[in-house]
């Protein structure tokens, strides 16, 4: 199983930012996605998650209406388009997969697989 994220960079605030997790080894289709979020010195944070179906997204409130997370099954893809960044986004970004679709889509312990992480900062 890999989960491999890409796209992060570096932005000026207010700038626009794609993140891409691209998934192999495993059926893409059957699990739900989630993104996570870690800033120096701070723990792990839950950021967005999209179901199987890509159907009911949840975010965090500190990115809702700024960040939308999308997915192409066809291409076990999935998306998470940042708008709006502000200097506090600055953090590692990872993706991970979920294979049971449980209520705690923000929660680390509910997924199963990680990707690597992409670094995403946002300058002021």
């Known amino acids: 199983v890999q989960l491999q994220a890409s796209g992060g960079g570096l932005v000026q605030a207010g700038g626009s930012l794609r993140l891409a997790c691209a998934a192999s080894?495993?059926?893409?289709?059957?699990?739900?996605m989630g993104w996570f979020r870690q800033a120096p010195g701070k723990g792990r944070e839950f950021v967005a998650s999209?179901?199987?179906?890509?159907?009911?997204?949840n975010y965090a409130d500190s990115v809702k209406d700024r960040f939308t997370i999308s997915r192409d099954n066809d291409k076990n893809m999935v998306y998470l388009q940042l708008d709006s960044l502000k200097p506090e986004d600055t953090a590692v970004y990872y993706c991970a997969a979920d294979r049971f679709g449980g209520n705690f889509y923000d929660q680390m312990h509910e997924y199963d697989y990680w990707g690597q992480g992409t670094q995403v900062t946002v300058s002021s």
């Open positions: 999209i179901r199987r179906s890509a159907n009911g997204p």
């Open positions: 080894g495993y059926n893409f289709r059957n699990y739900n």
